[in-house]
Each structure stands twice: as C-alpha cells, then as structure tokens.
C-alpha cells in the first residue's frame, strides 16, 4: 500500500507543477516578473514540492519613457504600499497627481533616504544611475537594496515581493546599475515552460501507468484470495 | 489542477486585451497627434501554501516554501508620448507642439479637452475651431479680410488685414502641461480629459515654464511604429498558443486522473 500512496503523492506533485508553469506563462509579459520553478525536496517520509523565484535579469526594453527604469543585475526598487514596504524590479513608474513618484497602482517610490521622491513641476526624469532630477537637477536618488538569499523573498502578486527574513539583511546596493528610458522583461522563457510542462506531463502519465498496474493487481489478487474462500 | 486552468485562462485573456491594443494602434497609424499604447500586466495574487524556512521535522526546516501564482491581470494601458514625425503641410492653420504640452479645446458641453492634433480650421464666425468644429481656448478670432495668419513659436497669432502693411496681433494661443500626461482619459476624437491621475493642468505660453513650442505649417503624425506593433502582435500571438498549450495538458491530466477508475 505504500506505493499507492507515494504514487498519490508523485500525482499531486506533478499537478502543482503544471501550475506553477501556468502562472510563468500566463506572465510571460510581465514587466519584471520573476518566474518560479519547483523542486523535489526530500523528506523522512518520503518528498514533497517546493518553489523557488528564479531571479536572473530578464531583457531590455527600450520604452523612450523619461520614467522608466530597470535594473541592470541585483536589485530591487523599495515602494511604499499600504501594507508596508516592498520590493519590486517592474520599473514603470509615474507621477501622481501630487507630484509623487509612484508605481501603477499606486504605491510611492521611496528614495535613498527612505522617503517618497516628490518632482513637481519642469522637465521630470529618471537618469542612468537611478538619480530623479527636474529640469536637470537632482532631487533624489532611488533606493536599491538587495538580499542575501532568495529564500524568504515571498511573493505578493502585483509586482510585489515581501522579505520574510531579518530586517537588517536588507542591504542598500551601494552603486545600482539602474537604465533609465527601458523596462525590464518577464524572465518567462516560453520555450522553457513549454520543456517543463511536456515533461510534468510525461512524468504524470508515468506514474498514472503504475498507479492503474498497481490498481490491478490488488484486484486479482482480492479476486484470488476470495476465490480461494 | 483546476487552477492551472484557470491560470491559463487569465494568461490568454491578458494576451486578447493585448491585441485589442495593438489593433487599435494599428487603426491609427494615420492619425493626427495619436499616441501609441501599450497594455502592461502584473500577477495576481499568490497562494502561500507553504512558507519558507517551515519546520520539516522536529530539527530540519524546508529551504524553500511553495507558492502557487494565479495568473496575471492587464493594470493599465499606457500612452507613450513619444514625439511623433513632423509632415509639413504648408496650411497656415496647421500646428505642431514641438515638446510636451497639449491644445486646448472647448467642447460643447463646457468642459476643456486636450490635443495634440493641430489641424485647426476657421469656422464661419471667423473663430479657430478643430476638425470637429470646437473653438480652442483661449478663443481666437480671425478677422474677415485677414490676408496672411502667422503664429509665432511662442502661441502668438498676428494676422495682417488688407489695406494695412503692419500685422496685428489678435491673441496667444496657450497650452497645457500636465504632471502626469499618461494618466489623461482619452474620449476619442483625439481627444484627452482631465482625471485624478493625471493632475491639474498648468496652462502657459508655448516655450515656456518646460513646455513645448509651436511649429507652423507642420501636422504630427501618429507616433505608432506598425514594424513594432507587428512584432508585438506576433508575440501576444504565440504568447497566447503557449497558454492555451497548458490549457490542453491540465485538462489532459484530468482526463487521465478520470481514468484511474475503470
């Protein structure tokens, strides 16, 4: 019976799989977004699935948009939302109607000092370096910090991601590759989802194969055994 | 498994609303002052089934925890305003906004609109009106008997009468800059609103306080690139058969699943 179970559990793991490659290619056009990818884990009592941010840098994409930036390498911009601070590497940003430095839905832009960056009026940009200016002077600089794992970077949807770990191991990246006038791409290669998801599905059929032998032979066998009565 | 389904799904409709974009793009490449957009998505929210860092047993912890996304949403379809191409025209009442900044247009319920088409006419009255028949503000008459309209590049219209050889100035045509013209409602006609999001206009003299000058005689073109919005569309495209891809293997391992019992 044993087998049965851990059978069960292979199923499973493949089905979360799928959907974990899913939700890569439903954001195959996201801006900055991080795909996932899963990992067999080993446990006493078998295994279990685990997901991980994959955080390479995905490609440019030049927008001509003076608010714009991506991050060239490590790095994550720090937004205020409501439900505190978080991280994100989608660089579309604009001006509310305060003159605030915010992202799309909403949430403020925090400079280096850790408050949100206000340019109101004149010629408002983003330059290479991460340094805001208006009309060419500068006003504040985008903070950029980075972490030392990705292991308790959580995502939140919306761009967002949320550090679970100690507050101290965020670190400030002290000179930040930042673009100005380009977003950063989803990292989702399709191609590569389209290998991981014919593969779950391989492995899948695989184990259903054994899982309906299994079925069957403990079929015969209960027929046998009450035959034999 | 009926997520991955449904995951699929919010990734085709983000590339239908895609398309819908670019196509509109693509209907107006010949269209006076239009600016392109673009859609941009985010993801939606996450399952957390599993924390990092979770206690395995009593003395080990997982490295990794285990999140399920659920798809991705459209946020907001952005104007990119990007100059578009000078084409000269030779009209007189022909203006381009070399810059930022936006005409002025009264529309018939009160309300002031903005455009970046300059193709003005003069209606019957002798007022400068657009295509569409609404006077831009401030409102500027041009007399009768006028032989010859100049508009300098700082708004400034001098028109010289028959029978006089000075011009005369009849009016300044005045633009409007906003903090954040990517937040403008657009209602069509080539025509943008005030909102929220975009701020309050400021409203000076072209040249001036970071807004852009007035050319005349030129028109702006569209500033849709149909090279770029083909290769945008092929990408929606295939972004859109790989997500119907994982539709037909979820549902496939559902049928499999159905299966198991005979």
Partial sequence: MDGFFNAYAALEARLRMVDVIANNLANAQTTGFKRDFSRMLETEDGFTLGTQVDLTTGEFMPTGSQ???????????????SNGVRYTRNGSFLLSSDGELVTKDGAKVLSSNGSPITAQGGDVSIQDGGMVTVDGNEVATLKIVTFPNAMHLQKEGLYRFDWNG??????ALPEPRVKSGSLE???VNPINEMVHLMTAYREFEAVQRTVKTLMNEMNGKLIQTLGSL | ???ALYTAATGMEAQQINID??????????TTGFKQARAEFQDLLYQNIRPAGTAASASTEYPVGLQLGLGTRPVATTRIYRQGDFRQTGNPLDLVIEGKGFFQVRMPSGETAYTRDGSFHVNKEGAIVTADGDPIEPQITIPVDALEVVIGSDGTVSVTQSGQNAAQQVGTIQIA???NPAGLGAMGRNLFLANNASGDATIGNPGENGLG???????????????EEMVNMIIAQRAYEVNSRAVRVADDMMSQINNLVR
């Fill in chain 1, 67 to 81: 608010l714009d930036a991506a991050i060239d390498g490590p790095g994550f911009f720090v937004v205020q939302t």
């Fill in chain 1, 166 to 171: 100690l507050p101290e191991e965020v670190q």
């Fill in chain 1, 185 to 187: 791409r989803s990292n």
């Fill in chain 2, 1 to 3: 498994m009926i997520r």
């Fill in chain 2, 21 to 30: 974009t670019i196509a509109n793009n693509i209907a107006n490449v010949n």
């Fill in chain 2, 177 to 179: 800059g906003f903090p």
């Fill in chain 2, 213 to 227: 000058r007035i050319n005349q005689g030129f028109l702006e073109s569209s500033n849709v690139s149909v090279v």
